[in-house]
């Protein structure tokens, strides 16, 4: 790195994308100041926190602190047929604690000599030179080398930069309920799909530690997103703590849309898995690639722009099918189709939704045949994609 991790470095949004960017460039000697607009970091909460090994494995130096329970196995049904498909994973997924994962982070980027500033929402950001020039809300101004933009999916300074980009978004809820008679097994995770009820995606049921039950949903159609909860939750138990908001379905910014001394970041780059809105695992992968391209000597504007690229290609290649399966119609149909061909007890990777049509296909060949057949008939775009991530 020579003298380059004397660059004055600045955050903007102290979410997790923020956060556990920071961390990896102060731990790696940067000048690092993050900006924050509200007093405190992990709220408003919003998040399911469902994540893979690979993300808990990043954070290993708090993971012990974070994890509240693990889960081996998925359940996908159908409301209106009650026709259901299980799928093995092949590794745990982990819930986590959200709001205390985004304070570990920020204790741990403080320690490595990070600075935090709350309540400083930056109005404006102007290039000069070879600097970056950041106005805040009250009036103070600094300057920097590089700015990383993390403000999340309603923050206007991307736009205000004339980088135009229009994600596709829904609504996302969870509700917190003590364990009660719909509690889900322990250690599997349902996903509910109703075709009946328009503009949702689907909806999901699993247990935390056997303390309680977490019922959630996404929905393009916040009327659709209620009958959705409302079916999944329990008559009258009393609800702990309800969460959540837009819910960002990708694609993600175009990467010849980063470099020079400007990146953006997280949500408000769409950096989301597509069928889920996830946005934990592409930022912690991007921030493992980061580091390591820094400790390899590339420039850390360098080692941004790959990272960054490296994600949205890996984005892109789930977006061109999943696009097509987000509408509660079309993932009913799959989950007929795989349920009567007896795709059972596949093992497939929670976070890498580009190798599943891959990864069917080398486990149960033949089922996977006659299952592309039905759907190159009913959905040939869609079988289109899918044959076109079997070959990338």
Known sequence: MGTENLQKIAVIGAGYSGLLTSTVLARLGYSVD???????????????????QEVVKFLEHISRDIIESQFYKIKFIDEKTNRYLEIRLASPVYRIDRVKTEKLLLNEAVRYGASIRYGHKIKGIRVKEN???????????????????????????RKSLGVLHTPIWS????????INDIAPE???????????IPGTLYGWRFTIAEKYVVVGGLSFDPLGLRRLI????????????????????????????????IFIIGDAASMNKPLTGGGLY???????????????????QEALLQS??????????????????????????????????????????????????RRVLKQKPLQSLLFGILILVTRPRLAYHMVRGMMH
Request: net charge neutral; glycine share 10%; charged share 25%.
């Open 34 to 52: 993050i900006y924050e607009e509200h007093d405190k970091v992990g709220f408003p909460k919003h998040c399911t926190g469902l994540v893979s």
């Open 131 to 157: 600097k970056v020039s950041l106005v805040a809300s009250n009036g103070e101004q600094a300057d920097y080398d590089i700015v990383i933009i993390a403000e999340g999916l309603g923050g206007g300074l």
């Open 171 to 178: 609504y996302g809820i969870n509700l917190d309920y003590d």
């Open 186 to 196: 322990k250690n599997i995770i349902e996903i509910h799909v109703d075709s009946g």
């Open 230 to 261: 409302r079916n999944l939750s329990p008559a009258e138990k009393k609800r702990r703590e309800i969460y959540g908001g837009r819910v960002v379905h990708g694609p993600p910014l175009p990467c010849k849309k980063q470099g020079g001394s």
């Open 282 to 300: 592409p930022v912690t992968v991007m921030a493992r690639i980061l580091q390591d391209r820094i400790n390899q000597g590339d420039s850390l």
């Open 308 to 357: 960054y690229c490296t994600v949205e290609n890996m984005l892109n290649k789930q977006y061109r099918f999943i696009r097509e399966l987000l509408d509660s119609r079309a993932l009913s149909l799959l989950l007929s189709y795989a349920s009567r061909l007896g795709l059972s007890n596949i093992v497939l990777e929670y976070d890498r939704h580009e190798s599943v049509p």
